[in-house]
């Protein structure tokens, strides 16, 4: 059985730019979360896709945005890079929506915005 | 405003020895808590969880209790491991919003031998 995985593992962007990170669900999971975690902090939700269709938002702005894709990968696109958006994006996996299902996370990628 | 807080940013703790790490709530809709643990380089990883209409549960080695009226719960490791050292988190969601999970700010555990 494949854990989540994401990609890629670091990332070197500018302010400005736009960028898109990648995960693909544990096998047989159809719902994904998006985490931010800057450093000192805990992971912050993002949002959530079931089944294709996002699923819950957190305080996150419209330029933070997302897909799920058939098989249930997943993207994190984010427009116009701010300093700020320089974290740890951690994305989980569980086989269906509601946080009583335990949530496996990646490994994350490392987004710097210089 | 920080939801759930996690106030001792570190513990160290002695291998054989009872760890005991908290983690206090303000928001009363929370009605679910996770722990997670995470090593360097890797994701979190789920360890164990309780209901609010529970107040103990356990787990092996670890124990979660929760105490509603005082909006706080706690992780109990006994006995402490070198393997435990880890960055542990608490996570929280809400009756009608439990697609999102609530974390603490992480607590880092060094177990000495």
């Known amino acids: 059985e494949t854990g989540v995985t994401q990609s890629p593992t670091h990332l070197i962007k500018t302010r400005g730019q736009q960028v898109t990170l990648r995960c693909s669900s544990q096998?047989?999971?159809?719902?994904v979360s998006w985490y931010q975690q800057a450093l000192g902090q805990g992971p912050q939700f993002i949002f959530q896709?079931?089944?294709?269709?996002?699923?819950g938002r957190g305080n996150f702005p419209p330029r933070f945005s997302g897909l799920q894709f058939p098989n249930y990968s997943s993207e994190l696109n984010v427009n116009a890079l701010e300093l700020d958006d320089s974290a740890l994006y951690l994305c989980?996996?569980?086989?269906?929506?509601?946080?009583?299902?335990?949530?496996?996370f990646g490994p994350g990628t490392r987004l710097t915005v210089l | 405003d920080q939801q759930v807080k996690q106030n001792s940013p570190s513990l160290s703790v002695q291998e054989g020895r009872i760890s005991i790490l908290n983690c206090d709530y303000t928001?009363?809709?929370?009605?679910?808590f996770l722990w997670y643990k995470k090593y360097p380089a890797e994701g979190p990883t789920f360890l164990i969880s309780?209901?609010?209409?529970?107040d103990k549960n356990e787990d092996g080695r670890f124990t979660v209790f929760l105490n509603k009226s005082a909006k706080h719960l706690s992780l109990h490791i006994v006995p402490s491991q070198p393997g435990d050292s880890a960055v542990y988190f608490c996570?929280?969601?809400?009756?009608?919003?439990?697609?999102?999970?609530?974390f603490g700010t992480g607590t880092r555990l060094q177990v000495f031998p």
């Open positions: 989980a996996s569980s086989w269906r929506a509601g946080a009583d299902n335990e949530q496996f």
């Open positions: 096998s047989g999971h159809n719902t």
């Open positions: 896709y079931y089944r294709e269709e996002e699923n």
């Open positions: 928001n009363s809709m929370f009605d679910y």
């Open positions: 309780i209901s609010s209409i529970k």
């Open positions: 996570a929280a969601s809400a009756l009608g919003d439990t697609d999102k999970l609530i």
